[in-house]
Each structure stands twice: as structure tokens, then as C-alpha cells.
């Protein structure tokens, strides 16, 4: 998948966000991986490129709202 300028632009926009994380397990790393492996998912079900894309973005987002927590806290 390649990723056109927006998304480069909103990667980085992430990286900054993510790496504020009080949570190890929620910084950039895990992100960058739940994105990666979601379009790669796609990718391997046959999904095109924007498809990849799209699974790509939802990757970077799924923990964008998480409330900043101790590592030991469980999640709801």
C-alpha cells in the first residue's frame, strides 16, 4: 500500500499524539502495528487500495480517544 501525502501528513500528526500516551501499550509502536497489520489484512481478504487505506486509518485512530491510564488499569 502506498501512502499518499494526506496520509503521510496525518501519520505524523498521529506520531505526535500517540507518543504523549501515559501507556506504554498505546504509544506510537502499537499503533504503527495495529495500522500496518489492518491493511495488511485487507490487502490478504482482496481489498484494493483505498480499501487498504481506509483499514490503514482506522488503525491509527482506534486508540485516539483512550483515556490516559495507568498500565496496570484494565479497559473498558
Request: hydrophobic share 40%; net charge negative.
Amino acid at each position: 500500500m502506498e501512502l499518499t501525502q494526506d496520509l503521510i501528513k496525518f501519520r505524523d500528526e498521529c506520531i505526535v499524539h500517540y507518543e504523549k500516551a501515559d501507556s506504554v501499550v498505546h504509544q506510537w509502536m502499537h499503533i504503527k502495528m495495529v495500522a500496518e497489520g489492518s491493511a495488511f489484512f485487507v490487502k490478504v481478504m482482496g481489498g484494493n487500495e483505498r480499501e487498504q487505506q481506509l483499514a490503514y486509518v482506522a488503525g491509527l485512530l482506534h486508540d485516539w480517544t483512550r483515556k490516559k491510564m495507568n498500565q496496570n488499569q484494565d479497559t473498558i
